[in-house]
């Protein structure tokens, strides 16, 4: 028995990608970080900027998403988000044109405890990817 | 009758109007393949929303503490709507239909003795709309320097209406666009999105899933994100309806000015053998007189 599922991520202009030969996918749910393996139980749960992981045979793939939501259901993963980068073909400059408009918004004060934990998350991610 | 001068200056007036309005249907042609497109594209994720909203409306637990956003504030007096419109005119029937079917809204609403608020995106919904609802308009959005329609914009918008929603300023929001059938028929459309109507609830996803955190908080970060992606999907349908409807109303004026033109010519040679007819017969006639 093949141990693969599929996985389909898409973001308002389209669909950005479909593969169906995925081992595991690390997600960064709001609640921590999560890893779905073929066979999880049936989930929905938001993301939280960070790192998407797509473990499969022909490579791995990492992506930086800013917000989203996953659901699993008989074994397809489905991510909605609405900023997704390929890190792979993400530059230097790009990272830190994001990085300047995260901390930006972190150092707002008008923002409720929500949007000040998003903001600061964005900028610890996007830090350590330098 | 004009004289042939005047008929020549027509002819040539009528020909290049037709050659503007030939290429403006071109331009447009090409314009409505990609938006198309991106409107094609764009569905999946509008889609898959739904889905993910259905299940979660249909897995909450007390029904009484569900989100403002998805049950309503509990009365209907004040309506918010939201009417899009492009921001270039030149296409047809593509704004008027949108004012028209949004104007009948707003006479309904009136009429039973709501409240009536108005957000206006493009400039031209703005123009129709100022002369009789102009107290009622309460923003007016234009992207006229976004080239395709893009999900920030519409996130900007979504969220506007949001924070009016919070801030108690209306119970129903409704937006109003026109949904692209094809490049002929364009379906003005009016939608609510506050509070969100499931008519088409499906108790067929019988299929428990396990939420984290739970599906009261899922569902509050949901909505609004919801909100946005129902005014992108407007967007997108909105951007290939105003080509499509450009295409054809130029392609009409096109067909028009060639008709033009020919009637014009007839004209201008009927008239111009009248003439010289006329000098012959004077000729002739003062020829037989000798």
Redesign the interface.
Known sequence: MSEEFKVEI??????FLVKDDVSEVVVP???GE?GILKDH??????LKPGIIKILSKSGDENYYVE?G?V?F?NNNL?I?T?TIFNLANMDKSKQQDLLKVAEEEANKTDINDQSKFLADQKVEVLKTLN | MASLDDLKKRIASVKSTQKITKAMKMVAAAKLRRAQE?AE??R???E??N??IL??SNGISDKENAPKLLSGTGNEKTHLCVVMTSDRGLCGGFNSNIIKKAKSYFVKILDEGKELKIITVGSKGNDQLKRVYGDKIIENISFKESKNA??FD??KVGKMVIEKFEAGEFDVCTIFYNQFKNVITQIPQAQQIIPLNNEEEETSSE???????DEDE?LS??LP?NI??QI?KAMLENSASEQGSRMSAMDNATRNAGEMVDKLTIEYNRSRQAAITKELIEIISGAESL
């Open positions: 898409v973001n308002p202009e389209k669909s749910a709001f609640e999560m139980i049936s989930i929905i749960s938001f917000d939501i659901e259901k489905s909605l609405s | 991106s594209k764009g999946p994720y509008s898959k929303m889905n993910v299940n979660l893009n999900y519409a996130d299929e428990s899933y396990e939420f984290e955190p899922i970060n949901l994100m946005s992606t992108f």
